[in-house]
């Protein structure tokens, strides 16, 4: 179907009410999985605790990851927005040359 077409279609009342219908019904079916998986991970992770096989640090990090109800851990980034130039870390490609003019008395001279 050409976007044309799609878009008239839309225009239509009952193709967008099958469109806000399907819509709906997708979500209420991801929603009703999402808690029978949650479920399921909840059984898995009671079995691995409870085994003596499953290692100290798995099960420590399974703790960490339960007791944080799927939210991820903060991360503190700090950006320098200062406009000062000069110092700091300069990227230089492999193979290249950072060339350096300096200016004294007797005129400019490059350093390579």
Do not use: C, W
């Not at 798995?58 to 960490?64: A, F, G, N, T």
């Amino acid at each position: 179907m050409s976007r044309y077409g799609l878009s008239k279609a839309l225009k239509r009342p009952a193709v967008a009410e099958l469109l806000a219908d399907t819509q709906a019904r997708f979500v209420t079916d991801v929603e009703s999985k999402r808690a029978v998986l949650r479920a399921r991970v909840f059984d898995v992770a009671a079995e691995m605790l409870n085994d003596e096989k499953t290692d100290d640090r798995v099960k420590l990090k399974l703790i960490e990851l339960l007791m944080g109800d799927g939210k991820a851990p903060t991360v503190a980034v700090n950006i320098d927005a200062s406009t000062n130039v000069g110092g700091g870390y300069e990227f230089v490609r492999p193979g290249t040359r950072i060339v350096e003019i300096l200016r004294d008395r007797g005129g400019f001279h490059l350093l390579l």
